[in-house]
């Protein structure tokens, strides 16, 4: 690549915030600032320890943070610099590249040709092949970078594996000891422990924290990174789509758009949400009749035809003016934001109608009517007494769509309202495979792949927001 | 009982007025017939005199809301919205945009969707009730708990891995049953086979749970405690008293989604093939025929409303207590 020749290195670069980075930016902060906030409030804090006590919560937890990184990583977006002019001045490139891009970069660099199946070292499909001798021979092509390293013996290629997959386990192993030893010194230095004490109080399950679990999950993670430094760098270890991208990139880069869909929609619908609900039930007469109008008629329509709906007319506003956005990706980008703005919409009613039932109820509670008669502004009970009460009901929910969300994402794609066919989401990758079903042999990897990464993320964010419900739902809790 | 009916389809006027002004507001307003011209024509190479043709054609090219060349009345009605919203009301779904009469379409479409939606629905309910019960009997044990993972892990795979694998596995790997297709009467079976069952499957865990959450409900009454006392044994405790006052939530559950039925399956139909409602939709969003879009997402909210209405009047069948007034 021309980085090189032209002497500049890949970190003179320039920032190029996309719409949704922003948000998710604004969705740190708020996150923190509610961590912050938990931190020094008891009674917020108790639900949390009771979740991360369960064993499958916490495991559920630490996983979803391994995604959540990678989906961050992925949300920082640079354009390289790719040559030097004589003035001095920095020229850049046209496509903005995330951190993680310049991480797995061999990934995202090594495309072949066509369809080549997991691990292997030649093309899915026959063609003629120009022989040394002049003469044309048809057989599978070798690849230009899956099993490269292995010159003209593929036959190596279990040997090779094998021996790779040995040294990831080792090296892995080696991590997952060190990394024990330091949790347990942590632990140990807390309560003036030695280490061996510590450790062994960590493998008897004493205490509230389930330390066997979080080394497990910890060790779970760091093996499949090793692996996947070892072997994705060589191999196409997920196989290559019909253009010759690596399957691995592709389902890791889907990541972020999952992610994004999840949480931003929530963010973008928790405002309106959370004060029309709490309006409607606390000042009841008209308002309340005008916001339960609102929400009724919203959330009569089918949820799936409204989107359609809105997402058709977005994309021809969209496709009419393909001038306001300078490069595709912004375009996708605006694209994924306004998916976001209208899933958030048509998700918002369900909230909304479970705030102003609570509401209604907490509105005759003896706190609030005394807070009334001495004469305590409404906006401030609002505030102070009757948002921090309906909290557990918006964080519940919250967790409870985001899996939803990243199913919705999928079907959505497939239907042709999904995000734009350029971004990378398990959607499009899906609906890409499935074409490929009735190819002999059946290309497969694809969808495996897709299928894999979707049932990782969905699974454990379903499992974590049971443990949530469980911990916020005073229902539950006493009984 | 009459009056309330009355009543109830009087509440569904304003929200029905209120569906209408937002398809309006969505397919002509912030998108003018101009724009959706160009679309259906193609971005590139189109000029002015053709956008005026394909609107004339489809009779896109009134004025919106207010039509100055008429005098009384007509200023009213020769408008885009009254030929292509009002007229919705009394179900007048006009052509859509390639010619064809929508209502007719419908009405023929409607019974393939049916085929498939109904064995769904009542199999899916015997499945998901039997199991739920299951699970209930065996509260807080080990079974209980795996089926509970079980169907944690079942809600956490898309619907297209189900239709897929299904497909996959059943048709082509095991040749059982055709991969997709339709057709009418008893031969059309084999067709039906496959789109139920991966219905059924698909939805067992969110079924389950969403069940078994009502029977624990139940389960931890003061009557269930009672019949226990008096020696009921656990099994005559679930079905006589449990299932009975479980059916209240589920009755209703089941009813707001009985009009729905109509509509079918985007996602069954599109993949099997089905030329039902569902496909129909899907065919015309690839196609960017807006004024089936439009037409279904009224019809939508119509059979939701009905739904609604159906709930309200089952919620009085099945449990005395409730008073219409």
Known sequence: MNIVETGLSWWQVKPDVLWTDWLIYALLIVVAVFINHARQHEHLRAPWRLILRRRLAMSSCIILLAFATVGLLDSVHFRQAVEQRSDGTIRYGNESISLFDQIVLPLKKYTEKTYSA???????????????????????????????HLADKPSARYEDIKSRVITALWKAGVLIVAITIILALWRGAKRSQGLACSLRSMWLGHGDIPWKTIIATLAFIIILISLSLHLATVYHIFGTDKVGQDVFYLTLKSIRTGLVIGTLTTLVMLPFAIMLGIMAGYYRGWIDDVIQ?????????????????????????????PDVFST?????DVKLLALCFIL???SWTGLCRLLRGESLKLREADYIQAAQSFGVSNLKIITRHILPNVMHIVLILVVIDFSGL????AVLSYVGVGVDPSMISWGNMINGARLEMAREPIVWWSLMAAFVFMLMLVLTANLFADAVRDAFDPRLRNS | MLTYILRRLMYAIPILIGVNLITFSLFFIVNTPDNIARMQLGVKNVTPAAIEKWKANHGYDKPLLFNKNNDGMAAFTDTIFYTKSV????????????????????????????????????????VNITLAMLLAFFRGTYIDITGVIAGIFLISISALFYIIGGQYIMSKLWHLVPISGYSEGFSGFKFLILPVAIAIVGGVGSGTRWYRTIFLEEINKDYVRTARAKGLSEIGVLFRHV????????????????????????????????PGLGSYTIDAIHAQDFAIVRAMVFLGSVLYIIGLILTDISYTLVDPRIRLS
């Open chain 1, 118 to 148: 997991p691990f292997a070292v030649q093309l899915y499909s026959k063609e003629n092949i120009e022989m040394d001798d002049g003469s044309m021979r048809r057989d599978y092509p070798r690849l230009k970078y899956g099993g490269a």
């Open chain 1, 293 to 321: 109008y609102i929400y009724t008629t919203l959330s009569s329509i089918p949820s799936v035809l409204l989107i359609v709906a809105a997402v058709l007319m977005i994309q021809v506003i969209i496709d009419n003016n």
């Open chain 1, 328 to 332: 595709l990706q912004q375009r996708a």
């Open chain 1, 344 to 346: 958030g919409i048509t």
């Open chain 1, 406 to 409: 990243v199913l919705a994402e």
């Open chain 2, 87 to 126: 007229k919705l009301f009394v179900f007048d779904f006009g052509s859509s945009d390639e010619g064809r009469d929508i209502s007719h379409d419908i009405q023929q479409r409607m019974w393939p969707s049916l085929a498939i939606a109904i064995p769904s629905l009542l199999v899916g309910l015997l």
């Open chain 2, 243 to 274: 299932l009975k006052n479980a059916m209240i939530p589920i009755l209703t559950g089941v009813v707001v989604i009985i009009p729905l039925l109509f509509m079918g399956s985007l996602l069954t139909e599109s993949f099997f093939g089905i």
